[in-house]
């Protein structure tokens, strides 16, 4: 490559050391003229400076050549994908196009590059993971497992460079790292990478902890590979003796680790008895591994007195993302429990590099195969009516379980999460079978559909063509798939129900030749104590409530009111004049702490939802400076779907003396003696002014827009609850404007 304007001296070295390794490492998977159209390529781009510096000053042409040295040498990526790395950010400013990259590099490098574009909001930006882009996330993950581990590799940069950044951008892509990118590597059995993420996000978010745990670890590390070498020594001549090839080494576990010990444990650091495990590793054939850890195992417990309650056979029963490995915890000199992890040298290389040696070991030369779970996240994003924050959270939440197994009648091995019931089960096999369980039988016994399951059950399901889903069953569900099946369904029965019980009552009043009047079957619905038309309908269709005995009530309701309007001189609401004095309230802002606790910002109230004191309320910063929204405001998902990276943090503090402008709306029997009684009831209220009033009214109905002062939140639930309270007032909203 030729020089490099945009280099300093020092990072011009760097790079070409850096570019020479990729090259050494990279050689053998690269076609003949790759190198050549490399070159060409790369000649234009940085012509164009399409990589430049970022804000932070960042050069991100070195960004690109240390994530694909990660990419290449701890994830054990190929020519595909490193190419595509490496190119997608031009095809991204235009520098050049992705008919070009697909003519000189194939159709699976310009795959992967439209993946990655996909994400480039994410990269471009460095925002946090909002809802909308986690969205998009999930459907590039979805498509292809190399996608993920590029993005990996490119965090894992980011979070090595992290001295570089300012802290906010710091702290930001830390709480990223932990909350989504070191699982996703912990899912995809990359653990070095993992435990690095984990641990420079501590060390970022909460250098104090980070300081003091490295410390402890410095002063105590003479004394722990004493007792590591006095422990190992009498394992080796053991193992000699026996003929095995072997390393064995203590192994110190990560801060972030021991961090979470100490937050769990509630003990001071002297008290974690687990700061090492003690690994041993062995040279043996395929055929020979299970028989060869076993016998290791043998070995060690004759030593040492193991713990049977903290023994990990994940050699019989691998975990989801390929790991192996048997752990055993014993009774060590002086009493000390410690760790001994058992496995060979190829189980040792997948849990160090996950998916990368699997493909080495299976002798898959492409890069590509998905993880099952990757199968799940597609599945439940196939719901066109899932919320992207519900998604979220399932994700989320699914990517900390442990897994089990549970096998099938024929024999197949299904996964699940930790915790998983007989119900969880037959919707993981089929979503009709989920919904007509009624039990099971696991290893022969007959159990309930609420039973939790355990690792190596058989189950067989029991179903009947009577059963539905119930709303309990979200009781004890704990699968996202099986939660969203049970609402589904229970939606789509609810509006079934609702429709069957609605027409069957038209029915019956058109049978007895009586016309329903809307406005006084709502009153009727409301005298009854129902708190939605939904749930009145619900008690008809599932017979708790007879629908002749409706109707006589019905009845009732209009003899009554039609007496009551007979003895009353009846004038429209509209006659109604106010004689409320209009009361003027100082404009001083009360103080809202903004952000990280600032006070004494200038924000707006914003017009859309006009919070008040008391109001749940978040900031959002636009072109004319904060403006604070309602969490409820008809815009509020909008701007947390699209533009996260502008919401802020707010919360009210002190008082909330100064007047906040409400409007209510109100709707009601059309009678100026009910307007009346509810400017009353305001003029009564110590925090509440009236201001104005606007009423209209048609077909026997008035409705009537109060606009009033109130203090905050407290005053205008009680001021509310009053005006419903008021006979012939049928509902009371707050409008947002």
Same mark, same amino acid.
């Given at each position: 490559?030729? $020089?490099?304007?945009?280099f300093?001296?020092?990072?011009?070295?760097?790079?070409?050391?850096?570019?020479?390794?990729?090259?050494?490492?990279?050689?053998? %998977?690269?076609?003949r003229?790759?190198?050549?159209?490399?070159?060409?390529?790369?000649?234009?781009v940085?012509?164009?400076?399409?990589?430049?510096?970022?804000?932070n000053?960042?050069?991100?042409?070195?960004?690109n050549?240390?994530?694909?040295?990660?990419?290449?040498?701890?994830?054990?990526?190929?020519?595909?994908s490193?190419?595509a790395?490496?190119?997608?950010?031009?095809?991204?400013?235009?520098?050049?196009?992705?008919?070009?990259?697909?003519?000189?590099?194939?159709a699976?490098?310009?795959?992967?590059?439209?993946r990655?574009?996909?994400?480039?909001?994410?990269?471009?930006?460095?925002?946090?993971?909002?809802?909308?882009?986690?969205?998009?996330?999930?459907?590039?993950?979805?498509?292809d497992?190399?996608?993920?581990?590029?993005?990996?590799?490119?965090?894992?940069?980011?979070?090595?460079?992290?001295?570089?950044?300012? +802290?906010?951008?710091?702290i930001?892509?830390?709480?990223e790292?932990?909350?989504?990118?070191?699982?996703?590597?912990?899912?995809?059995?990359?653990?070095?990478i993992? !435990?690095?993420?984990?641990?420079?996000?501590?060390?970022?978010?909460?250098?104090?902890?980070?300081?003091?745990?490295?410390?402890?670890?410095?002063?105590?590390?003479?004394?722990?590979?004493?007792?590591?070498?006095?422990?190992?020594?009498?394992?080796?001549?053991?193992?000699?003796?026996?003929?095995?090839?072997?390393?064995?080494?203590?192994?110190?576990?990560?801060?972030?680790?021991?961090?979470?010990?100490?937050?769990?444990?509630?003990?001071? %650091?002297?008290?974690?008895?687990?700061?090492?495990?003690?690994?041993?590793?062995?040279?043996?054939?395929l055929?020979?591994?299970?028989?060869?850890?076993?016998?290791?195992? !043998?070995?060690?417990?004759?030593?040492?007195?193991p713990?049977p309650?903290?023994?990990?056979?994940w050699?019989?029963?691998?975990?989801?993302?390929?790991?192996?490995?048997?752990?055993?915890?014993? &009774?060590?000199?002086?009493?000390?429990?410690?760790?001994?992890?058992?496995?060979?040298?190829?189980?040792?290389?997948?849990?160090?590099?996950?998916?990368?040696?699997?493909?080495?070991?299976?002798?898959?030369?492409?890069? !590509?195969?998905?993880?099952?779970?990757?199968?799940?996240?597609?599945?439940?994003?196939?719901?066109?009516?899932?919320?992207?924050?519900?998604?979220?959270q399932?994700?989320?939440?699914?990517?900390?379980?442990?897994?089990?197994?549970?096998?099938?009648?024929?024999?197949?091995?299904?996964?699940?999460?930790?915790?998983?019931?007989?119900?969880?089960?037959?919707?993981?096999?089929?979503?009709?079978?989920?919904?007509?369980?009624?039990?099971?039988k696991v290893?022969?016994?007959?159990?309930p559909?609420?039973?939790?399951?355990n690792?190596g059950?058989?189950?067989?399901?029991?179903?009947?063509?009577?059963?539905?889903?119930?709303?309990?069953?979200?009781?004890?569900?704990?699968?996202s798939?099986?939660?969203?099946?049970?609402?589904?369904?229970?939606?789509?029965?609810?509006?079934?129900?609702?429709?069957?019980?609605?027409?069957?009552?038209?029915?019956?009043?058109?049978?007895?030749k009586?016309?329903?009047? +809307?406005?006084?079957?709502?009153?009727y619905?409301?005298?009854?104590?129902?708190?939605?038309?939904?749930?009145?309908?619900?008690?008809?269709?599932?017979?708790?409530?007879?629908?002749?005995?409706?109707?006589?009530e019905?009845?009732?309701?209009?003899?009554?009111?039609?007496?009551?309007?007979?003895?009353?001189?009846?004038?429209?609401?509209?006659?109604?004049?106010?004689?409320?004095?209009?009361e003027?309230?100082?404009?001083?802002?009360?103080?809202?702490?903004?952000?990280?606790?600032?006070t004494?910002?200038?924000y707006k109230?914003?017009?859309?939802?006009?919070?008040?004191?008391?109001?749940?309320?978040?900031?959002?910063?636009? $072109?004319?400076?904060?403006k604070?929204?309602? &969490?409820?405001?008809?815009?509020?998902?909008?701007?947390?779907?699209?533009?996260?990276?502008?919401i802020?943090?707010?919360?009210?503090?002190?008082?909330?003396?100064?007047?906040?402008?409400?409007?209510?709306?109100?709707?009601?029997?059309?009678?100026?003696?009910?307007?009346?009684?509810?400017?009353?009831?305001?003029?009564?209220?110590?925090?509440? $002014?009236?201001?104005?009033?606007?009423?209209? !009214?048609?077909?026997?109905?008035?409705?009537?827009?109060?606009?009033?002062l109130?203090?905050?939140?407290?005053?205008?639930?009680?001021?509310?609850?009053?005006?419903?309270?008021?006979?012939?007032?049928?509902t009371? +909203?707050?409008?947002?404007?």
């Amino acid at each position: 490559m030729d $020089t490099i304007e945009f280099f300093t001296p020092e990072e011009k070295k760097i790079f070409f050391s850096k570019y020479r390794l990729l090259l050494r490492n990279l050689y053998s %998977f690269l076609e003949r003229e790759d190198i050549r159209k490399m070159k060409e390529l790369m000649k234009r781009v940085v012509a164009l400076d399409c990589y430049g510096r970022d804000k932070n000053g960042i050069n991100g042409l070195l960004r690109n050549i240390d994530t694909a040295l990660i990419a290449t040498l701890e994830i054990g990526l190929k020519r595909t994908s490193v190419i595509a790395l490496l190119l997608y950010r031009p095809v991204l400013k235009k520098a050049i196009t992705i008919e070009e990259v697909e003519q000189k590099f194939g159709a699976d490098v310009t795959l992967i590059i439209r993946r990655l574009l996909k994400t480039s909001d994410l990269y471009a930006r460095n925002t946090a993971v909002n809802s909308e882009n986690f969205h998009h996330l999930l459907f590039s993950f979805a498509e292809d497992v190399r996608v993920i581990l590029l993005m990996i590799a490119d965090r894992l940069c980011l979070m090595r460079m992290g001295k570089q950044m300012q +802290e906010d951008d710091r702290i930001r892509l830390a709480t990223e790292a932990s909350y989504l990118y070191a699982p996703l590597a912990h899912r995809l059995g990359l653990y070095t990478i993992k !435990s690095e993420l984990e641990d420079l996000s501590l060390k970022y978010t909460d250098r104090k902890q980070y300081d003091f745990i490295k410390r402890k670890l410095n002063e105590t590390k003479r004394s722990r590979d004493a007792y590591i070498a006095e422990f190992i020594a009498p394992i080796q001549r053991k193992l000699m003796a026996a003929g095995f090839h072997f390393d064995i080494k203590g192994r110190t576990k990560s801060i972030h680790s021991i961090n979470n010990k100490l937050k769990k444990q509630q003990v001071e %650091f002297e008290g974690i008895y687990d700061l090492f495990a003690i690994r041993i590793v062995l040279d043996t054939p395929l055929e020979k591994e299970r028989s060869e850890c076993w016998q290791v195992y !043998s070995i060690v417990t004759d030593m040492y007195q193991p713990n049977p309650k903290r023994m990990k056979d994940w050699i019989s029963i691998p975990k989801t993302n390929g790991y192996e490995s048997l752990h055993i915890t014993v &009774m060590g000199p002086q009493s000390k429990w410690v760790e001994v992890q058992i496995r060979t040298r190829r189980m040792d290389e997948i849990a160090e590099r996950g998916l990368a040696a699997h493909w080495k070991y299976k002798g898959v030369k492409a890069e !590509s195969g998905l993880d099952e779970f990757l199968n799940t996240v597609r599945a439940a994003l196939e719901g066109k009516e899932n919320n992207p924050l519900d998604l979220m959270q399932d994700f989320k939440m699914d990517l900390y379980k442990d897994e089990i197994y549970v096998f099938t009648p024929t024999g197949e091995l299904i996964k699940l999460a930790k915790g998983a019931t007989v119900l969880d089960f037959a919707f993981a096999i089929h979503t009709k079978l989920g919904s007509k369980c009624v039990s099971a039988k696991v290893n022969g016994k007959n159990v309930p559909i609420k039973y939790t399951l355990n690792n190596g059950d058989s189950v067989s399901v029991i179903t009947s063509p009577a059963q539905s889903p119930k709303r309990d069953w979200l009781n004890f569900v704990v699968t996202s798939k099986a939660r969203v099946k049970i609402k589904q369904a229970l939606k789509e029965e609810t509006v079934k129900a609702v429709e069957f019980a609605k027409e069957m009552l038209q029915r019956r009043f058109k049978n007895r030749k009586i016309d329903m009047d +809307e406005p006084t079957m709502m009153r009727y619905i409301k005298k009854k104590g129902f708190k939605t038309v939904t749930d009145f309908y619900i008690e008809i269709a599932e017979e708790r409530l007879d629908p002749n005995q409706v109707i006589d009530e019905y009845l009732e309701a209009v003899r009554k009111d039609t007496e009551t309007s007979e003895r009353t001189e009846v004038r429209s609401a509209e006659e109604f004049i106010t004689t409320t004095p209009v009361e003027e309230i100082s404009t001083n802002k009360d103080v809202l702490m903004i952000d990280k606790n600032l006070t004494g910002i200038e924000y707006k109230l914003a017009k859309c939802c006009n919070p008040i004191y008391g109001d749940e309320v978040f900031g959002f910063v636009s $072109t004319q400076g904060i403006k604070i929204h309602r &969490m409820d405001c008809p815009n509020a998902q909008e701007m947390f779907s699209r533009f996260g990276y502008r919401i802020i943090r707010a919360k009210w503090s002190g008082k909330g003396d100064n007047g906040y402008t409400v409007t209510l709306r109100v709707i009601g029997r059309d009678d100026i003696a009910i307007v009346t009684n509810i400017t009353s009831v305001i003029g009564k209220e110590s925090n509440v $002014t009236l201001r104005s009033l606007n009423i209209n !009214s048609v077909d026997g109905l008035f409705q009537g827009n109060f606009t009033v002062l109130v203090k905050d939140t407290t005053a205008l639930t009680m001021l509310t609850k009053k005006i419903k309270a008021v006979n012939g007032v049928k509902t009371v +909203e707050r409008l947002n404007s």
